[in-house]
C-alpha cells in the first residue's frame, strides 16, 4: 500500500490590480467585478476631492498666477513677470512685518502648546468624571465669535478696562495706563485664547492611545516624574504638538485683524500688509507675490518639522496591544 504526499494548498491569486474582485479570475472578468466597488469609491471620495480643488487648489493656483502678472489698480495684465516678488523682497517693510509674524506667530503657537499639553494631560488621567464637562467647555468655547473674543480683549485690556480699574481699585496705579493694549503682548494673549482650544482636543487625542499601564511600568521601573514625561510621554506626542504648533503658527503669523485691533503702529504683521494690497491700494499682483512668500515660508516650516520628526524617529509611532 502506497501513500503519496498531498502538496500545500495555495491561497486564491488576487489580481493586484482589481483588489476588489473574487480571486482567480482572468484579468477581463476581474476587471468587470472590480469596478462597481471601484466606482463606489470614486463616488464616496468625489464631494470631498471636488471640494479641495474648488476650494484650495483653484484659490491658491489662481493666487500664484496673479503674483507673476502686472499690476494695474485693482486688476492685472501681461506681461509675465517676476518683479513683484523681487520687489517685495527687497522691501524693508517686508521684512519687518515678517519679523513681527514670525514673533507673534511663534509666541502664540509654543505659549498654545505649553498650555494646552498639561490641560490634555489632566482631562486624560486624571479628570475622572469632570472629563466629559471639561471636553463640552472646550469645544463650546470653540464657537464663540473671533470678532467678540477679540472686542472682549480690547475690553479687559483697554485703559478703562477691566484690568485698570481692578489695579486702581487695588490701589496698585494711579491712573489708567496704557502698557496692556496696543502691543505684541496684548495680540499674543488674544491669539492663546483662541486657539487654545483647538490644540487641548488635539493633544487629548494624542493622550488616547497612551494607556495608564504604561506610566505605571515606566513608575516601577524606577522612572521618575521627569524621566516618565522625556522618555515615555513626550516621544509618543512629539508628532501632533509639533503639528500642533505649526497649525497655530500659520494662523496667527497670518492674522490681520487681532493686530489692528490690539496692537500698535510698530506692529504690524505681513496679513495686514497683503490685506492692504488687495483692499485700500489695489495692487493684486504685490499682494498675490507676499502670499506666495508666505506660502513657501509656511511650507519650508512643514518640511524641517517632517524631516525632524523622520530623522528623530517620530515621525509613525505604530500602537499594538
Known amino acids: ?150 472686542y472682549a480683549w480690547r475690553t479687559i485690556l483697554g485703559t478703562n478696562g477691566v484690568l485698570n480699574t481692578a489695579l486702581i481699585d487695588l490701589g496698585l496705579i494711579d491712573h489708567p495706563s ?7 503682548a496684548a495680540i499674543v494673549i488674544a491669539l492663546v485664547h483662541i486657539s487654545v482650544p483647538y490644540v487641548v482636543l488635539v493633544m487629548f487625542a494624542a493622550f488616547r492611545p497612551i494607556e495608564p499601564r504604561y506610566l505605571e511600568a515606566a513608575r516601577d521601573l524606577g522612572g521618575g516624574t521627569v524621566q516618565r514625561w522625556r522618555r515615555v510621554v513626550l516621544p509618543l506626542i512629539a508628532g501632533p504638538a509639533i503639528s500642533s504648533f505649526i497649525f497655530i503658527f500659520v494662523l496667527a503669523s497670518a492674522d490681520y485683524v487681532t493686530p489692528q485691533f490690539l496692537g500698535g503702529p510698530g506692529d504690524a504683521m505681513l496679513g495686514v500688509n497683503i ?25 519650508l516650516c512643514f518640511a524641517v518639522a517632517a524631516i525632524g520628526l523622520r530623522l528623530a524617529g517620530l515621525s509613525k509611532i505604530r500602537w499594538t496591544t
Do not use: C
Open 1 to 150: 500500500m502506497s501513500s503519496s504526499a498531498s502538496a500545500p494548498i495555495e491561497p486564491p491569486s488576487v489580481d493586484p490590480m482589481y483588489p476588489g474582485a473574487p480571486p482567480d479570475l482572468p484579468p477581463a472578468e476581474a476587471r468587470s467585478a472590480a469596478g462597481p466597488k471601484n466606482r463606489r469609491t470614486l463616488a464616496i471620495a468625489a464631494p470631498a476631492a471636488g471640494y479641495l480643488i474648488l476650494f484650495l487648489v483653484v484659490p491658491v493656483v489662481t493666487l500664484l498666477a496673479y503674483s507673476v502678472l502686472t499690476a494695474g489698480f485693482f486688476t492685472v495684465s501681461g506681461p509675465l513677470t517676476l518683479d513683484n516678488y523681487k520687489q517685495a523682497l527687497e522691501s524693508d517693510l517686508t521684512w519687518q512685518l515678517g519679523r513681527n509674524s514670525l514673533i507673534v506667530g511663534g509666541l502664540t503657537a509654543a505659549i498654545s502648546v505649553l498650555i494646552a499639553v498639561p490641560v490634555a494631560y489632566w482631562l486624560r488621567y486624571h479628570a475622572g468624571r469632570w472629563q466629559l464637562a471639561v471636553m463640552f467647555l472646550v469645544a463650546v468655547s470653540m464657537f464663540a465669535s473671533y470678532l467678540v473674543r477679540i
Open 275 to 299: 490685506a492692504a494690497e488687495f483692499t485700500a491700494s489695489g495692487n493684486w499682483a504685490m499682494g498675490a507675490a507676499l502670499s506666495g512668500i508666505m506660502l513657501a515660508a509656511y511650507a
Open 178 to 184: 496704557s502698557l496692556f493694549i496696543f502691543n505684541q
